[in-house]
């Protein structure tokens, strides 16, 4: 068997760390090599998938970079197990049985024991050999300095190194085998020594690479301070703005709750007068009353009975008197509900809103150039309403009510509604649905809608995303196309409600629509969410820009319209108009409201465009 020596020196060593071999790892070429080794080989390459071996150059994939996942040798591992199991034995003694090493010459590459270390010491010619302890070899800590035995000529060391063949040779096989095929052969200490110079270079270099890199990491560092520095300053500076904002807005909060209260304040005290005039009326009347009553007591006669006479006259006459007067708590009531608070447009600015007392009036009372045949309103991109005539055509008008222009005369139309790109979607009276440029000039573009006998008419609109919601009071239900489909991209089932009229939300996919007398909101799947409607009046719809919702309640007989503004979950806000008398049209009961994009309010008839706006008072 092999001796520990022949063992390590020949088999058992890394050849990165030179050291026994601990956790051997085999790559694809047979190889093998430490683990920890192979990890900073690999930390060492620019790909993070490969290791290329240091001997032969061939790569190995590390499955997720991830050294210990190769093959570890395990012959080789369990040899290494055996023999650092196993001390060394003396190689100087020559006796049969030979005592443990318990060091090893580094310059004679001989394992001793303690009797011969002595010696060995005590020899004057190697009194400057090095002499290492067997407990630093066996643990790894000081790699062996010996020189291999030649396989050729076993009792000769490898005393020459082969240029060509990159092996250390004795001198017999250098001299023999490698000079006469005309390789370059050399001292292996001078092979060494030459070794050792280029490591000393190699390391000088990574010395003063690795000073430039830390001054770099240095200076990261001192940028790295001086942005923490510069984010500081604007933490601080965003905080002392926050702070400055919040007192801002405070003092704003409190002297809006100072003006409500004030108004508060005011509008008890007229309602405390009526009160209190009212009481002073009762007690008028009970004096009266009781100076009345006072006559039948005793038979009046003469002065008495002209006294009471006149009495029960005034009482006659201050009871016939009308009360309350013109002023009531409705009026205050209704002065209380002019006062809005109005919300900012852009959140995204300092602004806590406006208090504002707004009082509605009716900017412009137009004539429709054809009578009796408004279908729909809308509002254009450019700000312009267009009002759909099923005789015939588009009416333009301004956000003043002011006349424009007529454009598609001979179409009539059952609905309008404007893509965010200007286009409009237009529905005539068969059904047929097509895309118009802005310049009016049709598209070749037919969407396969129902027919009028299947489907029925119904509404039309336009969502954010350019969704086109086409409905049909027949089938209670609802078709949504895009611009570029065709065909119908999904239904929705309207849970029974006739979609005569709809308006989309802006921010949620839900739907308002008309069904005769009632206000109805669906999510995006037809479900039902709330429904709004008046007794003995007809309501009609408009969903705002900030997703509000307004509804025009109309007394049709009597020729009256009121306006109320409720949330997007249609709970009551507060009363717009009330009771506001219209031209009455004709046995027709259809009529459309919409908000313009300059906020004021329009209100069509069959013959008439109303336009009403708000002023603060």
């Known amino acids: 068997m092999a001796t520990f020596h022949q063992i390590s020196s020949q088999n058992l060593e890394c050849p990165i760390c030179l050291t026994l071999f ?34 032969c150059r061939q790569g190995t994939p590390i499955s997720s970079g991830d050294v210990n996942k190769l093959q570890t040798n395990v012959p080789l591992n369990s040899l290494v197990n055996e023999v650092k199991t196993k001390s060394p034995i003396c190689t100087v003694c020559e006796m049969d049985e030979k005592p443990p090493a318990v060091s090893y010459c580094q310059d004679c590459g001989k394992y001793m024991c303690k009797s011969c270390e002595i010696s060995h010491s005590n020899w004057k010619p190697v009194s400057n050999h090095e002499v290492v302890p067997m407990s630093e070899v066996l643990s790894g800590k000081i790699p062996l300095k010996r020189r291999r035995k030649c396989k050729r000529h076993p009792s000769d060391d490898e005393e020459c190194f082969c240029i060509e063949c990159q092996e250390y040779v004795c001198c017999k096989c250098g001299m023999l085998r490698h000079l006469q095929a005309g390789h370059h052969i050399e001292e292996a200490t001078i092979h060494e020594e030459k070794l050792m110079e280029n490591i000393r270079e190699l390391r000088e270099r990574a010395t003063s690479k690795k000073a430039i890199i830390e001054n770099h990491i240095d200076f990261i560092q001192i940028q790295r301070n001086e942005i923490t520095s510069i984010m500081r300053r604007l933490n601080d500076d965003i905080d002392e703005t926050y702070k400055e904002c919040m007192q801002l807005l405070s003092a704003r909060r409190e002297a809006m709750k100072c003006q409500v209260k004030q108004w508060s304040e005011n509008f008890e005290k007229e309602l405390q007068v009526m009160e209190e005039e009212s009481h002073q009326t009762i007690c008028h009347i009970n004096a009266m009353e009781q ?26 006459s ?66 312009k309403m267009s009002v759909g005539s099923f005789d015939g055509g588009i009416h333009l008008y301004s956000p003043d009510g002011e006349f424009q222009q007529t454009v598609l005369k001979d179409v009539r139309i059952y609905g309008v509604a404007f893509l965010a790109d200007g286009r409009s979607v237009l529905r005539y009276a068969n059904n047929t649905v097509s895309l118009y440029t802005q310049h009016w000039e049709e598209l070749d573009v037919t969407f396969e809608t129902m027919s009028s006998d299947e489907g029925g008419y119904g509404g039309l609109t336009v969502d954010r995303n350019d969704n086109i919601y086409v409905g049909y009071k027949k089938t209670q239900n609802i078709q949504v196309f895009t611009p570029q489909s065709c065909k119908a991209v999904r239904e929705i089932i309207c849970d029974g409600y006739s979609p005569y009229q709809l308006f989309p939300f802006n921010a949620t996919g839900s739907l308002i629509l008309k069904d005769s007398s009632v206000v109805v909101c669906l999510d995006g799947n037809g479900e039902k969410e709330n429904v709004l409607k008046k007794e003995g ?52 009961t259809w009529y459309y409201l919409q908000e313009l994009e300059s906020g004021e309010i329009a209100f069509c008839t069959p013959d008439r465009l109303y336009i009403f706006d708000a002023i603060c008072v």
Not at 26 to 35: A, G, I, N
Not at 327 to 352: D, G, H, M, W, Y
Not at 554 to 583: C, M, P, W
């Open 537 to 588: 009046m007809r309501a009609f719809p408009a969903v705002c820009r900030d997703d509000a919702v307004i509804v025009a309640w109309v007394k049709h007989e009597e020729g009256l319209v009121s306006i109320d503004r409720y949330t997007s979950d249609l709970e009551h806000a507060h009363n717009i108009i009330t009771d506001f008398i219209i031209q009455k049209p004709g046995k027709r």
């Open 291 to 316: 100076l009345v009553t006072n006559g039948v007591k005793v038979p009046l006669e003469k002065d008495a009975l002209f006294t009471h006479d006149t009495l029960c006259e005034n009482l006659k």
């Open 318 to 383: 201050f009871l016939g008197q009308d009360y309350p007067g013109n002023q009531s708590p409705e009026c205050v009531t209704e002065q209380a509900q002019r006062i809005l608070f109005n919300k900012p447009v852009k959140f995204n600015e300092l602004c806590l809103g406006e208090l504002k007392d707004y009082k509605w009036y009716v900017k412009a009372d137009v004539e429709l150039p054809s009578e009796n045949s408004m279908n729909c309103i809308t509002c254009a991109p450019d700000g």
């Open 22 to 55: 601990s956790q051997p790892k085999l790559l694809v070429c047979s190889h093998t090599f430490c683990k920890d080794c192979l990890e900073h080989v690999f930390q060492a390459q620019p790909n993070p998938q490969t290791i290329t071996c240091p001997v």
